[in-house]
Nanobody
Framework: QAQLVESGGGSVQAGGSLRLSCAAS????????MAWFRQVPGKGREGVAR???????MYADFVQGRFTISQDVAENTLYLEMNNLKPEDTGMYYC??????????????????WGRGTQVTVSA
């Protein structure tokens, strides 16, 4: 069993920055994909950024170079640095993990573990 706990959300004005953290505990192993998803008002859960077991990183198109995903493997911590935030980035952000070989997909149903989420609110 793995547990994921997010932190770092908050309220900022458009153009501001936030750094989200995800502390992972329990069995993680090396064959894991770690990712950030979000749920924005009026939409289903959508992938934001992901990193697979080989360290390959991918971002959703809407990120447009504004976000950076990183991980501290020794500390079992995943980060999401978000810059130039826009009001449309407002939503609940989730840290997720997928085992089964450690490869990543954009379908939320492929992920085995979810944190409770951290709220990000961006005002105009």
């Amino acid at each position: 069993q793995a547990q994921l706990v997010e932190s770092g959300g908050g309220s900022v004005q458009a153009g501001g920055s936030l750094r989200l953290s995800c502390a992972a505990s329990g069995y993680i192993g090396r064959d894991v994909c770690m990712a950030w998803f979000r749920q924005v008002p009026g939409k289903g859960r959508e992938g934001v950024a992901r990193v697979n077991k080989e360290g390959r990183i991918m971002y959703a198109d809407f990120v447009q170079g504004r976000f950076t995903i990183s991980q501290d493997v020794a500390e079992n911590t995943l980060y999401l640095e978000m810059n130039n935030l826009k009001p449309e980035d407002t939503g609940m952000y989730y840290c997720v993990a997928r085992f089964s070989g450690g490869y990543c997909y954009w379908d939320a149903s492929d992920y085995d573990y979810w944190g409770r989420g951290t709220q990000v609110t961006v005002s105009a």
